[in-house]
């Protein structure tokens, strides 16, 4: 949705022009649509395109595809978003598959548990949930040790703890919020605004003037 001041003068008489586009004929709701879903789904591609340095690893696995949009049904309206999926889009392998020449030894023998390929096979638009993390931050993680304990007996407990198969206990780290969306997406939201006018007035004197 787009916020604007709607005691200006002349957005009140667009607002009227509208009114009486939507009333005259039938159709222009059904056009004003089509506009609005052409626009954010615009906003959606440059905000893609433009949020590559909010991720300081890169994105090798397109997890900006999970930027979503929406057309409202009730009103004529649109948002974007970074909100899960409500439908899983499935799996997809990002293990390869390793070909072995008779004689040659493998490489890493320690297979992935079912749990690592679980997590790593979400297809990017199911990957909602990590742009989440890249927003917005997270705390500090702790894996281990035992309730009531300062930070100083948990590094402590880390150094003395002996070495698990998968490093079970161990800091986890943080992830420092960027407020990426909000920043990408203010500025393309303000000029899609002036783009949706300008195909809604075309459409507005198409049926006014017909």
Known sequence: MFDVETNEPLFKQWLDRLDSALISNPAMERRVRKD??????????????????????????????????????QILGANINIYQSPKSH??????????????????????????????????????????RFVNSGTDGRYIGGRNGETEADKIRFILNRPVTPHGAAGWRGKITATNWFKDKTEPQMVESMNELATLIDEEINKVLNN
């Open 36 to 73: 609005i879903r052409k626009v954010i789904l615009d906003v959606r591609s440059k905000v893609i395109r433009d949020s590559g340095d909010a991720f300081k690893n890169g994105d090798p696995r397109g997890t900006r595809r999970a930027i979503r949009t929406s057309v409202y049904k």
């Open 90 to 131: 499935g799996t997809i392998s990002y293990f390869t598959e390793r070909t072995l020449r008779p004689g040659q030894r493998g490489g890493n023998r320690v297979q992935p548990s079912d749990r690592t390929i679980q997590l790593q096979s979400y297809p990017a638009e199911d990957r909602g949930f990590i742009l």
